[in-house]
């Protein structure tokens, strides 16, 4: 039975991630690594944007924008983005750069089979795939469990779904160098709707109809909004070159609570996603910063995780959105109408100090979240 030091169950960001941080520290060049994955990442089945002011992951980022429009139906902002740049990359280019810098390491190794069971015994842990059982000291688990939130009614769970076209068009409506963040002058129907936009070409762009609910729609209505905001532009003619559609959690549920002193689950399955954007890639890699510097000193998982302010500011508002999902849009446009979008974004970054906290939360509705926060405290 083959032993590693490491097992990585699932090779998702977080995962790939932990690993890039683990081969810069130069730390772990004895360890032993395994990553299992069903997926072998070899096609290009998502895209990760994020506002960035260092030079990280630029030599594989496909497109910066150095403003972006937040919207409703009675305005619309430009935002500059300096000292930020809003940044995308492509799934596939970010699996090739660490699969290459992985493979440039013989400690490392990758295996194409899917997880079936993982458990911690007295002294190890045990991987069983389809195939084989392999045994380890530490397990690094990614593989989502949904049901483990949907089986407990404390913290919400609320879904970041999306369908997105990217189009050439026959019209040049589109500001290459002007992301739309978020366009809520869609209708809202009762939830939290709009439209994200992210132009490359004055004739090309990658549309996404998103909602932040419960529950998903089905395919046709995602794309007949995306069809009826195209012919509002007024787009008479376009091709659709690809298509993409995704389904991110959003909560605050303590996933660290089923951390053990051997396994510890991250990505998703960890709540590493930022709960109240869904916004993955910046916190993916913040986290697993933060997890390779633990590495370097301690060994038992469950002292990883602590809870901070930000956690809270994400519950309330969860707990807004999941009682009363059409506040969504009023929210949002309360702290980009007028708010100072460096400090929005550095506090949606988790960056900011309390007297930064207070000039973003200042400009929420604050009848709402005081309300919010009463029925917190009451549960």
Request: charge should be neutral.
């Amino acid at each position: 039975m083959q032993h590693y030091h490491y097992i990585f169950t699932g090779s998702g960001l977080s995962a790939l991630m932990t690993v890039y941080e683990m081969l810069l520290s130069g730390k772990f060049e004895e360890k032993s690594i395994l990553l299992i994955d069903e997926n072998t990442k070899k096609v290009n089945d998502r895209t990760w944007c994020f506002w960035d002011e260092s030079n990280s992951f630029d030599e594989i980022v496909s497109k910066k924008w150095n403003q972006a429009i937040f919207a409703n139906e009675k305005f619309d902002r430009i935002l500059e983005l300096s000292p930020y740049q809003y940044k995308k990359i492509n799934g596939l280019d970010f699996y090739e750069l660490i699969f290459k810098k992985i493979s440039e390491h013989k400690n490392i190794h990758f295996l194409n089979q899917k997880v079936v069971d993982y458990s911690e015994l007295d002294n190890h842990c045990v991987v069983k795939t389809e195939a084989e059982t392999l045994t380890c000291n530490k397990i690094f688990n990614s593989i989502y469990n949904p049901e483990v939130v949907k089986s407990q009614n404390k913290f919400p769970l609320i879904q970041q779904h999306f369908i997105g076209w990217f189009i050439k068009s026959k019209e040049a409506v589109f500001t290459p160098n002007c992301a739309t963040f978020m366009d809520f002058s869609v209708e809202q129907k009762g939830n939290t709707r709009f439209m994200y936009v992210l132009p490359t070409l004055k004739n090309e762009a990658l549309l996404e109809y998103t909602l932040f609910s419960k529950d998903l729609l089905l395919r046709e209505e995602y794309e007949a909004e995306i069809q009826k905001y195209i012919e509002n532009l007024g787009i008479t003619e376009y091709e659709i070159i690809e298509k993409e559609q995704g389904n991110i959690p959003m909560t605050c549920y303590p996933f660290w609570k089923h951390n053990t002193k051997n396994i510890i689950n991250i990505g998703s399955a960890g709540g590493w996603t930022k709960a109240s954007t869904g916004y993955t890639f910046k916190n993916a890699s913040k986290k697993s910063k933060a997890l390779v510097h633990f590495l370097k000193s301690e060994s038992d998982f469950t002292k990883f995780h602590k809870k901070d302010k930000f956690w809270f500011y994400d519950l309330l508002l969860l707990d807004i959105l999941s009682s009363k999902n059409k506040l969504g849009s009023k929210i949002f446009s309360s702290m980009f109408k007028k708010g100072d979008s460096t400090v929005i974004f550095k506090f949606l970054d988790e960056e900011t100090s309390i007297w930064e906290d207070l000039q973003v939360i200042w400009r929420c509705p604050k009848m709402i979240f005081v309300k919010a926060l009463i029925g917190r405290i009451l549960k």
